[in-house]
């Protein structure tokens, strides 16, 4: 492994020409700069300087060195530019994860808001379901998680997180256009126990939340037709494939001239949906105003 500060003697040097001006420019001894010296020529393998009577020159080797020490330093400069600004808050990225709603429910808007409120924060969307957004905020593969309430997700009393409570939206149930419950007002579950059923697959959050509702009504749903997707979802129902539940702001700008959509009977299935990060981030100064523009937009 090379290390960057002797890749800064290097380069002295070889602006410098003698060892004793490059150790006065670098506020070393001349005895210093040699022992880096020797020490980058043991890490790279490689004879880099020859000296003579008229100083020190690089060779060949020390000029291809030379090449890449010019772009690596100038990488750390703009990585320390950056980190002046990000330690004030001001610049930086922040990587967000989101299922498909909640990215035009609530992500874009706080982008919107973020770009007036933050301009130097700049955020990264990544398309993730409820239940895979939470491990990648616990993995470091993203900052922040828009997630939803699940059977087995880390419960709200988690140490390794800070949650967010956003927002919660009731279930309706969407029939074919033809069905015999389309004229009902309200549809109890219980009505729908033999019927075919569309739904996300298992290990999608929704499909807990369809699960357990139906378990509440007394029955286990027929789940003949699986998609993540709830235009493909209403689709199904529109051709008359099945019933299902879909959260409802899903269904917003969908086609549903051959479907019905009816809110449930009763206590109508919910999906909490809520932002997290890993404990002790929410007060970063790049995530705090993230976590603030999430929760104005559900709002």
């Given at each position: 492994m090379i290390e960057a500060r002797r890749l800064h003697i290097l380069r002295a040097v070889a602006d410098h020409r003698t060892v004793t001006a490059a150790a006065a420019a670098l506020y070393l001894t001349p005895s210093a700069v040699s022992q880096q010296l020797t020490a980058l020529e043991q890490e790279t393998g490689h004879r880099l300087v020859e000296r003579g009577a008229k100083g020190v020159r690089l060779t060949p080797a020390g000029e291809i060195l030379l090449t890449h020490t010019n772009a690596v330093l100038a990488q750390l400069e703009r990585a320390e530019?950056?980190?002046?600004?990000?330690?004030?808050?001001?610049?930086?990225?922040?990587?967000?994860?989101?299922?498909?709603?909640?990215?035009g429910l609530v992500v874009a808007p706080a982008l919107t808001r973020l770009a007036r409120a933050a301009p130097g924060i700049r955020i990264r969307v990544q398309d993730a379901e409820g239940d895979a957004s939470l491990p990648m905020v616990l993995d470091r593969q993203v900052d922040v998680a828009v997630a939803v309430e699940y059977r087995g997700a880390p419960g709200a009393d988690d140490a390794r997180l800070t949650r967010v409570p956003l927002y919660a939206e009731p279930f309706d149930a969407v029939l074919p256009a033809a069905h015999r419950l389309a004229v009902s007002d309200r549809v109890p579950l219980a009505e729908l126990a033999k019927d075919t059923w569309i739904g996300p697959f298992p290990g999608n959050p929704c499909h807990d939340v369809v699960v357990l509702a139906c378990e509440h009504a007394g029955?286990?749903?027929?789940?003949e037709h699986s998609s993540d997707d709830f235009r493909a979802v209403v689709a199904l129902a529109s051709a008359g494939a099945g019933v299902a539940l879909v959260p409802r702001s899903a269904l917003r700008g969908m086609d549903l001239s051959d479907a019905v959509v009816r809110p449930v009977d009763g206590v109508a299935p919910t999906r909490r949906v809520f932002a997290a990060v890993r404990c002790g981030a929410?007060?970063?100064p790049l995530i705090r105003p993230v976590l603030e523009a999430l929760g104005e937009a559900a709002e």
């Amino acid at each position: 492994m090379i290390e960057a500060r002797r890749l800064h003697i290097l380069r002295a040097v070889a602006d410098h020409r003698t060892v004793t001006a490059a150790a006065a420019a670098l506020y070393l001894t001349p005895s210093a700069v040699s022992q880096q010296l020797t020490a980058l020529e043991q890490e790279t393998g490689h004879r880099l300087v020859e000296r003579g009577a008229k100083g020190v020159r690089l060779t060949p080797a020390g000029e291809i060195l030379l090449t890449h020490t010019n772009a690596v330093l100038a990488q750390l400069e703009r990585a320390e530019a950056e980190l002046a600004a990000y330690s004030s808050g001001a610049a930086g990225t922040v990587t967000v994860a989101a299922f498909a709603t909640g990215i035009g429910l609530v992500v874009a808007p706080a982008l919107t808001r973020l770009a007036r409120a933050a301009p130097g924060i700049r955020i990264r969307v990544q398309d993730a379901e409820g239940d895979a957004s939470l491990p990648m905020v616990l993995d470091r593969q993203v900052d922040v998680a828009v997630a939803v309430e699940y059977r087995g997700a880390p419960g709200a009393d988690d140490a390794r997180l800070t949650r967010v409570p956003l927002y919660a939206e009731p279930f309706d149930a969407v029939l074919p256009a033809a069905h015999r419950l389309a004229v009902s007002d309200r549809v109890p579950l219980a009505e729908l126990a033999k019927d075919t059923w569309i739904g996300p697959f298992p290990g999608n959050p929704c499909h807990d939340v369809v699960v357990l509702a139906c378990e509440h009504a007394g029955f286990q749903p027929r789940v003949e037709h699986s998609s993540d997707d709830f235009r493909a979802v209403v689709a199904l129902a529109s051709a008359g494939a099945g019933v299902a539940l879909v959260p409802r702001s899903a269904l917003r700008g969908m086609d549903l001239s051959d479907a019905v959509v009816r809110p449930v009977d009763g206590v109508a299935p919910t999906r909490r949906v809520f932002a997290a990060v890993r404990c002790g981030a929410e007060e970063h100064p790049l995530i705090r105003p993230v976590l603030e523009a999430l929760g104005e937009a559900a709002e």
